[in-house]
């Protein structure tokens, strides 16, 4: 099974814009293996690109968020009057937002049953033993984000082929169960060997990655690869907004921070204005959340104002350049040195 992962590169699933079809070519052309993120797409949209990508013969992964308990709708109702400033502020309506959304989980593991998708990767849980068999059943790998050992159990029970370790230093949404008691202080080693102690299946680390060095001490400690995902954020071929790339080479931004402000979920990004402003006050709601700020976070991205805008990196975001991506996946190889 590692014998046929590509090589010991993964570009990670990046939901909401930055992964695209292109990215996960280039990613597969320079010897890695690149992940479409199924997240907030709609089941079309998933068909569409996972068709792509099977007729390019390339190897490639897709991501799906499993569902998550629904939010309470008091908390959410309360939080969204906290942002009725921000609305004003950027001349938008705020939505009731729904409260028990699923992101179209079947339908998205019926697109990857049917294409046979070679890697298939979750996030937000385990999926059940069921959805498991069946995706192997039809020739995928299947792959559970995990961020401690208990998730490591549960996924390995589930029949899982290799679990990507996810530590706090990770850009993004974490894939955590315990989204309540969640901080975000993990490195991607000390991940790995709690994993790594309570299962025994093939593990992929992420996390904080940003240079030739860390991907090879990740390898050195056990892993059988190493997902990057903040590293390919300027990418050429990535979809990230304008205001983000600019964010990122701007030199504002000393940190990140974990937050729920934007979602619900905690998630890793550079500290700004929204997230000083709302962390402290966003409830766990995950996505209603999401939907509640959406139209903030839109009209912030339009306005080129990335104050208002979940610019999702890990920790080090500084050492992410701009270029192709096989120069960049180059360069996290080692290639050269």
Known sequence: MVAQLPGPLIVAPMAGGPSTTALVRAAASAGALGFLAAG?????????EVGELRRSGLAYGLNIFLPTAPADPERVEAYRRVLLPEAERYGVELPDPPLDDD??????VGIAV??????????????DAGVVSELRGAGCRVLVTVTGAGEARRAAAAGADLLVVQAGSAGGHSA???PDGYDGSSTAPESLREVASAVELPLIAAGGTGTAADVRALLAAGA??????TAFLLADEAGTRPAQREAMLSGRYAGTAVTRAFTGRPARGLRNRFI????????????????LTAPIRAAAARQGDPEALNLWAGTAFAEARTGPAAAIAARLSGAGD
């Open 40 to 48: 907030y797409k709609a089941p079309d949209a998933v068909a569409r």
């Open 103 to 108: 992101d179209h989980f079947a339908a998205k």
């Open 114 to 127: 049917r294409a046979a998708v070679p890697w298939v990767s979750f996030t937000f849980g385990v999926p």
């Open 176 to 178: 955590t169960t315990d």
């Open 224 to 229: 059988v690869a190493v997902q990057a995902g």
């Open 276 to 291: 000083e402003a709302y962390s402290a006050r966003a409830p766990i709601g995950y996505p209603a959340v999401h939907h």
